[in-house]
């Protein structure tokens, strides 16, 4: 559901289109409302072209559409194309709330195609001394503590510095999954020393991992949140994975367990948004979603990818690639709010393509998942393409 900003500023700019078409003909006054609805019933491109021919008339106040023209181009995707015709409305607007409105749509479309650099990695950080420290192992269990966290490992130094990451992790979890809500609960995070005591201690890991998570109930019937980790990886040094990746990764599969209790998180959407907690984008991904969604045996399409429970060895890229690649999808075309309520209605029973429907507040359409796998794999060519492009280009200047 859009924001009651949003509802606001659709309602006024509703009502003055509807004066000024009336103000000029009946028949202007058809196609404002025709591209109204085109919008309500998630049409962008009818929408867009309805209210393109609108604005091209020199009837009063007809220079309204560009909202219209505006926000199906967002809801598209085409960010800059967006900004260009919410300026368009912005030159013309002497209305204050509508400004206000279009300032900030503006904004959010200048974030979409030129967003906010991710803080760097904490691995990206640390010199070789600073890595050897860190790969040292005392005979002692140290422990430090958070906000959110009981840390032990058998490194003093390590610990303090996984408290802290654990920290940006989770507000950055928070931020994806929860809408920037807090999480009021405490982790227990063990740290051990290398694979044969993280396997010693996780029992039920599996057997290839470095990192795990468990949430159960202790025999008093407390809940019992804990991760567990490795220290060293197989050559003895400091595990940076660990910091980056499996820390993340694994405290967003906690998080998600927990909000959705008993009901079924798809396997797709749980990994994609671990993945999106991870502490930097794995371009790898992003190119192989692309190619696969391009043709190719190696394909899998949206409603299978929807229904896996697990993946097999020889798709195990594939899949994860393309998880992320429409986790990020979602994410970035919904709302904040329309984000939670899909995860909300997902927990409710319903499959994700109902689920979207639900917090779009569109009606009920039996293709919409077609048309979701769609637009979904248009743009991960399109991401694909560009990181391509943008490595060619480096190469060719290097």
Same mark, same amino acid.
């Given at each position: 559901?859009?924001?009651?900003?949003?509802?606001?500023?659709?309602?006024?700019?509703?009502?003055?289109?509807?004066?000024?078409?009336?103000?000029?003909?009946?028949?202007?006054?058809?196609?404002?409302?025709?591209?109204?609805?085109?919008?309500?019933?998630?049409?962008?491109?009818?929408?867009?072209?309805?209210?393109?021919?609108?604005?091209?008339?020199?009837?009063?106040?007809?220079?309204?559409?560009?909202?219209?023209?505006?926000?199906?181009?967002?809801?598209?995707?085409?960010?800059?194309?967006?900004?260009?015709?919410?300026?368009?409305?912005?030159?013309?607007?002497?209305?204050?709330?509508?400004?206000?409105?279009?300032?900030?749509?503006?904004?959010?479309?200048?974030?979409?195609?030129?967003?906010?650099?991710?803080?760097?990695?904490?691995?990206?950080?640390?010199?070789?001394?600073?890595?050897?420290?860190?790969?040292?192992?005392?005979?002692?269990?140290?422990?430090?503590?958070?906000?959110?966290?009981?840390?032990?490992?058998?490194?003093?130094?390590?610990?303090?510095?996984?408290?802290?990451?654990?920290?940006?992790?989770? %507000?950055? !979890?928070?931020?994806?999954? +929860?809408?920037?809500? =807090?999480?009021?609960? &405490?982790? $227990?995070?063990? #740290?051990?020393?290398?694979?044969?005591?993280?396997?010693?201690?996780?029992?039920?890991?599996?057997?290839?991992?470095?990192?795990?998570?468990?949430?159960?109930?202790?025999?008093?019937?407390?809940?019992?949140?804990?991760?567990?980790?490795?220290?060293?990886?197989?050559?003895?040094?400091?595990?940076?994975?660990?910091?980056?990746?499996?820390?993340?990764?694994?405290?967003?599969?906690?998080?998600?367990?927990?909000?959705?209790?008993?009901?079924?998180?798809?396997?797709?959407?749980?990994?994609?948004?671990?993945?999106?907690?991870?502490?930097?984008?794995?371009?790898?991904?992003?190119?192989?979603?692309?190619?696969?969604?391009?043709?190719?045996? %190696?394909? !899998?399409?949206?409603?299978? +990818?929807?229904?896996? =429970?697990?993946?097999? &060895?020889? $798709?195990?890229? #594939?899949?994860?690639?393309?998880?992320?690649?429409?986790?990020?999808?979602?994410?970035?075309?919904?709302?904040?709010?329309?984000?939670?309520?899909?995860?909300?209605?997902?927990?409710?029973?319903?499959?994700?393509?109902?689920?979207?429907?639900?917090?779009?507040?569109?009606?009920?359409?039996?293709?919409?998942?077609?048309?979701?796998?769609?637009?979904?794999?248009?743009?991960?060519?399109?991401?694909?393409?560009?990181?391509?492009?943008?490595?060619?280009?480096?190469?060719?200047?290097?």
């Amino acid at each position: 559901m859009a924001s009651r900003t949003a509802i606001l500023a659709t309602g006024m700019l509703a009502a003055g289109l509807t004066l000024a078409a009336g103000i000029g003909g009946f028949s202007t006054t058809d196609r404002i409302q025709d591209a109204l609805s085109a919008l309500a019933e998630n049409d962008p491109l009818r929408a867009e072209a309805v209210a393109a021919g609108v604005v091209g008339s020199e009837r009063d106040g007809a220079w309204r559409a560009w909202m219209i023209v505006a926000a199906a181009r967002q809801r598209q995707g085409r960010h800059r194309q967006a900004l260009e015709a919410y300026r368009q409305f912005l030159a013309l607007c002497r209305d204050p709330a509508e400004r206000t409105y279009a300032i900030e749509r503006i904004r959010k479309c200048r974030l979409a195609f030129a967003p906010p650099p991710r803080p760097v990695p904490a691995s990206k950080l640390l010199s070789r001394r600073r890595r050897a420290e860190l790969a040292e192992v005392d005979s002692q269990q140290y422990t430090e503590s958070t906000e959110h966290f009981v840390i032990r490992a058998y490194n003093g130094s390590l610990a303090k510095l996984v408290g802290s990451q654990a920290e940006v992790s989770l %507000r950055r !979890i928070c931020r994806i999954i +929860l809408s920037g809500q =807090d999480y009021p609960h &405490a982790i $227990n995070l063990y #740290v051990w020393p290398d694979v044969a005591e993280y396997r010693k201690h996780a029992v039920s890991a599996a057997e290839w991992s470095g990192g795990s998570f468990t949430l159960r109930h202790d025999a008093s019937g407390q809940t019992v949140r804990r991760i567990d980790l490795t220290q060293r990886d197989g050559d003895g040094g400091f595990d940076v994975v660990m910091l980056d990746r499996v820390l993340p990764h694994e405290l967003c599969h906690l998080v998600l367990t927990e909000l959705f209790g008993d009901a079924r998180c798809p396997l797709a959407l749980n990994e994609g948004l671990a993945m999106m907690a991870e502490a930097e984008v794995d371009n790898s991904r992003v190119l192989l979603a692309g190619a696969a969604v391009a043709g190719g045996d %190696r394909k !899998i399409a949206l409603e299978t +990818l929807l229904l896996m =429970d697990r993946c097999k &060895a020889e $798709n195990a890229a #594939v899949f994860y690639a393309e998880a992320f690649s429409l986790t990020c999808f979602l994410h970035c075309r919904l709302t904040p709010e329309q984000f939670r309520e899909t995860l909300a209605h997902i927990k409710g029973g319903c499959t994700l393509e109902e689920a979207v429907q639900r917090a779009l507040y569109v009606p009920y359409e039996e293709a919409f998942l077609e048309r979701l796998a769609r637009s979904w794999e248009n743009e991960a060519v399109r991401q694909s393409q560009f990181l391509k492009a943008l490595h060619d280009e480096e190469d060719t200047a290097s």
